[in-house]
Nanobody, 124 residues
Framework: QVQLVDSGGGLVQPGGSLRLSCAAS????????MGWFRQAPGTEREFVAA????????KYADSVKGRFTISRDNAKSTVYLQMNSLQPTDTAVYYC?????????????????WGQGTQVTVSS
């Protein structure tokens, strides 16, 4: 079991940046693969980024490649999502998630634990 608390969302203008954080409880954070998902009103929850337990492997949705960076600090049991060049289409509630084990990193069904979500609004 792991508890996740995500934070760092807010209002930003197009072209701006935000960094989301997700703090995890537990002593075995490095065992979990971590992901970020987002959900806009009226849409399905969609994959944004994922990172392996060691941080050696990172995956991104095509829509955010080159703009977003996922990272983790296992000593702090924290995963981050650096978001640059934000666009209005990035507006959503962002959720961090942890997976005991997964094969399809893009599927929310593969993740066992979820944060409460943090709102990101990109608007001028």
């Amino acid at each position: 079991q792991v508890q996740l608390v995500d934070s760092g969302g807010g209002l930003v203008q197009p072209g701006g940046s935000l960094r989301l954080s997700c703090a995890a409880s537990g002593r075995t954070f490095s065992m979990y693969a971590m992901g970020w998902f987002r959900q806009a009103p009226g849409t399905e929850r969609e994959f944004v980024a994922a990172i392996s337990g060691s941080g050696s492997t990172r995956k991104y949705a095509d829509s955010v490649k080159g703009r977003f960076t996922i990272s983790r600090d296992n000593a702090k049991s924290t995963v981050y999502l650096q978001m640059n060049s934000l666009q209005p289409t990035d507006t959503a509630v962002y959720y961090c998630a942890a997976a005991d084990d997964y094969s399809d990193y893009e599927s929310p069904d593969e993740y066992n634990y979820w944060g409460q979500g943090t709102q990101v609004t990109v608007s001028s």
